[in-house]
């Protein structure tokens, strides 16, 4: 079974420039979450989608910072502008049906932004 | 407010050890507890998942243990080996599919 992908696996932008990040889950896995882990912390939540809506978005910065799952698979992930406090290690993860719902993550996404 | 709280941030012991990693989380009504590693540069892989009910899991030399009660959770590690160096995350979640809060981590380091 294959895993949860993201791409690039690295970026570097300049300040006030806009970046994507491409995630798709786990084949089946309904839900969809997106973390951001800045260097020294533990992964946050930013938002999560059940298919193809938004299930809790509460820590999502929505003045830069959207997200969509478009027919409740792929995701992608933006920031619009960025600003230097967005360098990070965006994780994607996902979840199935079933009562332990445990979360598997992709490989990450480290951005840089200069 | 919920909160995970990893206890040490780092550790650095001899090959061959047993240790244990502790976890405490604020808000005792959790659904599941995670544990995860991370290489770095890489991302999370989970290493045990505890649900509520449950008391403790086991995945070869690796044991977690869960006390909702007073709030914590432990991971041993048995017999430590110098690939067993990564940073080491625990996770809960308080509903079925919801987000997980984490700890900040801690590295470990196993010195042949």
């Known amino acids: 079974e294959a895993g949860v992908a993201q791409s690039p696996r690295y970026k570097i932008i300049e300040k006030r420039q806009s970046v994507a990040f491409w995630c798709n889950p786990i084949s089946g896995h309904a839900t969809l979450y997106w973390y951001q882990q800045i260097l020294g912390q533990g992964p946050k939540l930013l938002i999560q989608f059940q298919n193809n809506g938004v299930v809790d978005d509460s820590q999502l910065p929505k003045d830069r910072f959207s997200a969509e799952r478009l027919k409740g698979v792929d995701s992608t992930l933006k920031i619009q502008p960025a600003k230097l406090e967005d360098s990070a290690v965006y994780l994607c993860?996902?979840?199935?049906?079933?009562?332990?719902?445990?979360?598997?993550f992709g490989p990450g996404t480290r951005l840089t932004v200069t | 407010k919920q909160e995970v709280t990893q206890i040490p941030a780092a550790l650095s012991v001899p090959e061959g050890e047993n240790l244990v990693l502790n976890c405490s989380f604020t808000?005792?009504?959790?659904?599941?507890l995670q544990w995860f590693r991370q290489d770095p540069g890489k991302g999370l892989t989970s290493l045990l998942l505890?649900?509520?009910?449950?008391r403790e899991q086991t995945s070869g030399r690796l044991n977690a243990s869960l006390d909702k009660s007073s709030g914590r959770s432990t991971l041993y590690i048995a017999a430590s080996q110098p690939g067993d160096s990564a940073t080491y995350l625990c996770?809960?979640?308080?509903?079925?599919?919801?987000?997980?809060?984490f700890g900040q981590g801690t590295e470990l380091s196993v010195k042949p």
């Open positions: 996770a809960v979640a308080y509903n079925q599919g919801g987000k997980l809060i």
């Open positions: 505890i649900q509520s009910s449950q």
């Open positions: 808000d005792s009504a959790i659904y599941n």
């Open positions: 993860a996902s979840s199935g049906a079933g009562a332990r719902h445990e979360q598997y």
